[in-house]
């Protein structure tokens, strides 16, 4: 298949969750829109590394160009593992103080 | 690399700590051994070479400006230590892994200066942000805090996409993630300047953008400032902030040159300088807690550290040397006495003067540096930021407006040394030890000679 198409649906999930983070109110869907941009970036990023491998393979069948890429993505994979546990826990410690977690509560900042 | 490793190493010391050692006031002082530790490992480096020999092909690479910021962030770390280390035991019950934390932070922030591909900046940005988020919230009974790091994880987590898709939409358009690529070396042969590498870059831009919280990504931080226990929010204002100024720097100074023929990137950032200046001193006036109007003024702070990136030339990194290390003293001055007040509103420091008369003088130098003041260090580094603007020779008008915004920024300083120096009141103090006024007076005295003689600091990067 074209990159192209890889392309085209790497920046849909991104753009859904992109509108998600900016539109949803409870901090929960927010956080799932998030991983949905990250998880978009994921599979841009392994349709890129086949496409450098393919292109590649076609002059040295034992190349490893492109597995970068690939790595990337497990590097992304982790991190985001780390940043749930943290942003879980943020969460949970909210909704033990005010019993809710829409974001519209957090206004006290403001004034 | 031995910051790096160091630093990782100590803060896992710390963790054990919490568990072996029961006294809360031994934590600050091993925090501070091991930040003294780091400091000699990283200026061994400087001059002899790294205590590890560690292939790391290529992906981070130790440079003599690299090595020179995290001396500068070190040091301005075991101050903040030395200074507020009493003031992180009050933040919360975990003071031990608070000092982890930094230490953590630390680690990620020398990865930052020395980061040679995309990989490392995205990790070094996230042990970055991770443990601040944890920080921001470590105040876990009080809802402000709660809530400046639900906002903080959640716009630090969404710029983190928006960096992701930066780096893989600049992966798609060159084939590596390499900091330089030679344009050669791009992968399908392709010699010009690729749609997605520009798109890729913009993401880039906008990601960083928001780490540094230049407007219009700004939005966050005063209310996290606002929010996040004080001792803490003097740590995110300077250390890291200088340091997430230092991987903008270099992610742009590698990158720029190539792509300069399809965005016209000066105009860019000079859109974002102005509303950053614009936005951060003008919103700045009408605060009446000095902690927003400091958290305003580090926004009109970054768009002046912006025009090291706008204008990437060997002033420029000077200039931001400079501007990190004067910046961070007189921020860290500020908080310290800040963190002591028992009302942080501009009323609180009425007859601070009368009171206290050291901690008034130090604070005022320290807000006079952060203004731009002749004969403190905020002065020479806008000078340098400014003249490194003027060698551009482009968009010299920058200048003009950069100079009526720091007058603008006068107004707000200025209101905190009236308060203390010309208005009558009872400014309730925390008790103040001899050993802090002490470091008060030195960080001030740094500040004068900074001021006085900024070749002292530059001239040490040079040696």
């Not at chain 2, 995110?236 to 903008?248: G, P, S």
Request: aromatic content about 14%; charged content about 10%; glycine content about 8%.
């Amino acid at each position: 298949m074209p990159i192209q198409y890889y392309i085209a649906l790497a920046s849909c999930l991104f753009c859904i969750g992109i509108v998600g983070v900016l539109v949803r109110r409870n901090a929960i869907i927010i956080f799932m829109c998030i991983e949905l941009m990250l998880n978009a970036v994921n599979l841009l990023l392994v349709a890129f590394s086949k496409m450098y491998h393919g292109g590649a393979a076609l002059s040295n069948a034992t190349t490893t160009a492109g597995v970068d890429g690939q790595l990337f993505v497990f590097f992304i994979m982790v991190v985001a593992a780390a940043e749930v546990s943290v942003g879980l826990a943020v969460i949970v410690m909210m909704y033990r103080n005010v019993h809710s977690v829409d974001v519209n509560f957090l206004n006290r900042l403001k004034n | 690399m031995n910051a790096i490793i160091l630093s990782a190493i100590w803060g896992v010391v710390l963790m054990f700590c919490s568990v072996l050692i029961k006294n809360k006031g031994v934590y600050r002082h091993i925090a501070a051994l091991g930040l003294l530790v780091i400091l000699a490992g990283n200026i061994h480096e400087t001059y002899h070479g790294s205590f590890f020999n560690i292939d790391t092909h290529e992906m981070l690479r130790f440079s003599r400006f690299g090595l020179f910021f995290n001396t500068i962030l070190l040091a301005a770390t075991l101050l903040y230590v030395l200074l507020s280390g009493r003031d992180v035991e009050k933040a919360g019950g975990y003071v031990a892994e608070y000092f982890t934390l930094i230490f953590f932070v630390l680690c990620g922030a020398s990865i930052l200066t020395s980061f040679n591909t995309l990989l490392m900046l995205f990790i070094g940005i996230e042990i970055l942000s991770i443990p601040l988020y944890i920080l921001t919230g470590s105040d876990k009974r009080n809802l402000r805090s709660n809530e400046a790091a639900l906002k903080y994880f959640l716009m630090g987590a969404f710029s983190t996409g928006i960096l992701l898709m930066g780096i893989a939409l600049v992966y798609g358009g060159t084939g590596s993630f390499m900091l330089e690529v030679p344009r050669s070396a791009i992968m399908g042969g392709y010699k010009g300047v690729s749609f997605l590498e520009v798109t890729g870059l913009l993401f880039l831009l906008v990601a960083m953008s928001f780490k540094v919280s230049a407007a219009p990504f700004h939005f966050w931080t005063p209310d996290v400032y606002d929010g996040a226990p004080s001792v803490f929010t003097s740590f995110m204002a300077t250390i890291v902030k200088a340091a997430a100024f230092a991987a903008f720097l270099k992610l742009f100074e590698a990158r720029v040159g190539d792509t300069s023929a399809a965005v016209d990137w000066k105009l860019l950032l000079s859109i974002i300088i102005v509303s950053t200046l614009l936005i951060g001193n003008v919103t700045a006036v009408f605060q009446q807690s000095v902690k927003r109007m400091l958290a305003y003024s580090s926004i009109a702070q970054a768009g002046f550290m912006l025009f090291a990136v706008f204008s990437l030339n060997d002033v420029a990194k000077e200039g931001l040397l400079l501007y990190a290390t004067a910046y961070s003293l007189a921020t860290i001055g500020v908080f310290a006495v800040l963190i002591k007040m028992k009302d942080v509103t501009f009323e609180g420091f009425n007859g601070l003067a009368r009171k206290n008369p050291v901690l008034a003088a130090t604070t005022t130098i320290c807000l006079l540096s952060l203004a731009g003041i002749p004969l403190t260090a905020g002065f020479f580094a806008k000078f340098s930021m400014l003249s490194a603007v003027i060698k551009t020779g482009t968009y010299t008008w920058l200048v003009v407006v950069a100079v009526l915004f720091a007058a603008v920024s006068a107004y707000y300083y200025f209101r905190v040394i009236q308060a203390m120096y010309f208005k009558e009141g009872d400014a309730q103090t925390e008790e103040v030890t001899g050993g802090f006024k002490v470091l008060l007076i030195a960080v001030a005295a740094l500040v004068i000679l900074f001021g006085v003689q900024p070749q002292a600091l530059l001239n040490w990067f040079y040696f």
